[in-house]
C-alpha cells in the first residue's frame, strides 16, 4: 500500500439538492387590521396571539416575551395548526373563528374565551404582547 493520500473522488462531485416549497403558509406580514385571540396556558397566563388578516392572506402567533420559553415553544403548534387551514384554503380570519370554536387544548394551551378582537395593525398587536 502505498503513503501516498488517495484524495476520494466523492469530493470533487457537485453537489446537486432540490428545493421543496415546504407546506403552505399564510404571510407573516400585513399592513391592515388584524383579528386575533389570545392563548393561555393551564395556569391562565396567556403565552401569546394568534392573528390573521384576509387582505393579504397573512396569520401568525405573536409571543408574549414575558411569558418565557412557553410563548415561543407553545408557539410552534399554533403556527402548526395555522398551516393546516392555509392547505385547505381556509382564509386567516375564518381559520381564526374555527380555532375560536374548536374548544379542544393545544399542547396544554388553550383560546382564552372572549378574547377574539381585533387591532388596528400588526404593530398595535406586537406592542400589546410586548407589554405583557
Request: aromatic share 10%; hydrophobic share 35%; net charge negative.
Amino acid at each position: 500500500m502505498s503513503d501516498e493520500y488517495r484524495r476520494n473522488p466523492r469530493f470533487d462531485e457537485d453537489l446537486h439538492f432540490e428545493r421543496s416549497d415546504g407546506p403552505p403558509d399564510y404571510a407573516y406580514r400585513t399592513d391592515g387590521p388584524v383579528r386575533y385571540f389570545a392563548v393561555a396556558d393551564e395556569t391562565n397566563t396567556v403565552l401569546g396571539y394568534v392573528w390573521g388578516n384576509d387582505q393579504d392572506d397573512a396569520a401568525a402567533w405573536e409571543p408574549r416575551p414575558t411569558a418565557g420559553p412557553k410563548a415561543f415553544n407553545g408557539g410552534f403548534l399554533w403556527e402548526m395548526k395555522l398551516r393546516e387551514f392555509k392547505a385547505r384554503g381556509t382564509a386567516p380570519t375564518a381559520a381564526l373563528a374555527e380555532m375560536v370554536r374548536d374548544s379542544s387544548d393545544i399542547e396544554s394551551s388553550h383560546v382564552i374565551p372572549g378574547s377574539l378582537a381585533e387591532a388596528p395593525t400588526l404593530a398595535a398587536l406586537k406592542e400589546l404582547a410586548g407589554k405583557g
